[in-house]
């Protein structure tokens, strides 16, 4: 196995990634809340974590991911309340609108996606162990955490206290909880909202039950990797943490802890009050899949990062740069050892990066300074060169990279033909080949060193 560094969460060092079983990971990333489109905050995330199991398996590791759909909540509850649409066709709509763009974004590493109002059974039986372990109790609203009973309450956020930037949306305030802080772990049956016939009572389950519950039932009281945007780690993650390690006497709920970082859209922290909010359908409306995903991942996972217009092109041209680069490579040449000893470098030396703690700015930085390289070069890029790109292309995903280069020589002889009819002045048939590549999806880029080309991508 490669060896892998994590910046872990739970004890805010990097550490060595070591799983508990050597040649498996067991990964959980919380999925969404389905009561409206999904924004490009979680396109950030997921795209961030589809690359983290990608890459994990490139390492040799066979990756268990799992997500799940909160499709039992409250916010589902009252937007069902404002549509008029019962809780169930609300939740089943943005579940599946939440699928399309995950696909259309490129994250396909999940492989499994478990529903909340599924696992109904595992959640009552979880909330069973808490109370006949002292660490639950009884109001007339249903049931809730007692966070006296667990010391430990804080160790992976270092707080215990609500701060204003905290992702809290549900909201649990009884007047007659025992402390503050304590949350609902079932919620009592009320008038027009969905309930289960239960050895608790009637009622629903709290938030936060839901994905402990989850986790338990496919990998047990404790796995590797648990991941989310930052915002979550208080209370969300706390909660988790409390009721999963309360419930089974067994700690750590998960060995790491990795967080992503937020992102800002022109300027301003997403929010629908306000009206910034882009969903991933606008921004696709925006740009094409590889420019999103290149932005997201041309950026440290745990860092912030802005989207705007400007991010986007930058993204664009990066993405172009090493396409252009795929197109000069001839698979046919027979490569020189300086030339399979330059990218056989590079392609280790991208792999320290990303072993540090997934550097992909850092791996990206090695790739474009072997371009730089391997373009001052007399001899052409061959077969070394088109392995390097087809083995971060299939980590990345953000190429559009021909299955072979030499499928493109015919649009690169148009393009010289074009070329020499310009310098004869031939501009009637010049301009006729132009019109013929864009009817190809041929985008072109006239430029004192001479004419640029890449196929422009719709999806």
Same mark, same amino acid.
């Given at each position: 196995m490669m060896s892998i560094k994590v910046h872990n969460t739970l004890t805010g060092q990097v550490e060595e990634f070591r799983?508990?079983?050597?040649?498996?990971?067991?990964?959980?990333?919380?999925?969404? +809340?389905?009561?409206?489109?999904?924004?490009?905050g979680h396109a950030k995330?997921?795209?961030?974590?589809?690359?983290?199991?990608?890459?994990?398996?490139?390492?040799?590791?066979?990756?268990?991911?799992?997500?799940? %759909?909160?499709?039992?909540?409250?916010?589902?509850?009252?937007? @069902?309340?404002?549509q008029g649409v019962p809780p169930e066709g609300i939740a089943a709509l943005f579940e599946k609108q939440y699928l399309e763009d995950m696909a259309a974004l490129g994250n396909t590493r999940v492989d499994v996606h478990a529903r909340a109002h599924d696992h109904i059974d595992?959640?009552?039986?979880?909330? &069973?162990?808490? %109370?006949?372990?002292? $660490?639950?109790?009884?109001?007339?609203?249903?049931?809730?955490?007692d966070l006296a009973s667990f010391p430990a309450y804080g160790k992976?956020?270092?707080?215990?206290?609500?701060?204003?930037?905290? @992702?809290?949306?549900?909201?649990?305030?009884?007047?007659?909880?025992?402390?503050?802080?304590?949350?609902?772990?079932?919620?009592g049956r009320k008038d027009g909202e969905p309930f289960w016939e239960t050895d608790l009572g009637p009622g629903r389950p709290g938030w936060h039950i839901e994905d402990t519950a989850i986790t338990e039932t496919f990998f047990g009281p404790s796995y590797d990797l648990h991941g989310g945007a930052v915002d979550l780690i208080f209370p $969300?993650?706390?909660?988790?943490?409390?009721q999963m390690e309360a419930a089974s006497g067994i700690e750590p709920l998960a060995r790491y802890w990795m967080h992503t970082g937020l992102l800002r859209v022109d300027g301003e922290k997403m929010s629908k009050s306000t009206g910034n909010f882009l969903t991933i359908r606008d921004a696709l409306a925006r740009t094409d899949f590889r420019t999103l995903r290149h932005a997201f991942l041309s950026q440290h996972y745990r860092s912030s990062m802005e989207l705007n217009d400007s991010t986007l092109e930058?993204?664009?041209?990066?993405?172009?740069?090493?396409?252009?680069?795929?197109? +000069?490579?001839?698979?046919? $040449?027979?490569?020189?050892?300086?030339?399979?000893?330059?990218?056989?470098?590079a392609w280790k030396e991208m792999r320290e990066r990303l072993d540090d703690d997934f550097n992909t700015p850092g791996a990206l930085a090695v790739l474009f300074q072997y371009i730089r390289e391997q373009n001052r070069m007399e001899e052409p890029a061959g077969p070394a060169a088109l392995r390097l790109i087809e083995d971060v292309n299939n980590l990345f995903g953000t190429f559009d990279i021909p299955e072979s280069a030499q499928?493109?020589?015919?649009?690169?002889?148009?393009? &010289?033909?074009?070329?020499?009819?310009?310098?004869?002045?031939?501009?009637?048939?010049?301009?006729?080949?132009?019109?013929?590549? +864009? =009817? =190809?999806?041929?985008?072109?880029?006239?430029?004192?060193?001479?004419?640029?080309?890449?196929?422009?991508?719709?999806?």
């Open positions: 799983p508990e079983r050597e040649a498996e990971v067991r990964m959980f990333v919380c999925g969404p +809340t389905v009561y409206g489109p999904s924004h490009v995330t997921y795209t961030q974590f589809d690359f983290v199991a990608r890459y994990l398996e490139a390492s040799g590791y066979k990756v268990t991911y799992l997500q799940n %759909i909160t499709d039992v909540d409250d916010k589902i509850i009252r937007r @069902s309340a404002e595992a959640i009552v039986d979880q909330i &069973k162990r808490l %109370i006949e372990r002292g $660490h639950a109790y009884q109001l007339d609203d249903g049931w809730y955490f992976l956020s270092g707080r215990t206290d609500l701060r204003p930037e905290d @992702s809290v949306s549900r909201i649990d305030d009884s007047s007659k909880k025992r402390n503050p802080g304590d949350f609902a772990l079932w919620k $969300h993650h706390e909660a988790e943490v409390a930058q993204a664009r041209g990066a993405r172009r740069r090493i396409e252009n680069f795929a197109r +000069t490579i001839d698979p046919a $040449h027979t490569d020189s050892q300086a030339n399979t000893a330059r990218a056989t470098d499928s493109d020589a015919a649009l690169d002889e148009l393009v &010289k033909e074009r070329d020499r009819l310009r310098a004869a002045k031939k501009f009637a048939e010049a301009d006729a080949i132009r019109d013929q590549l +864009t =009817q =190809q999806g041929v985008v072109l880029e006239d430029s004192p060193e001479g004419t640029r080309w890449w196929k422009e991508t719709t999806s």
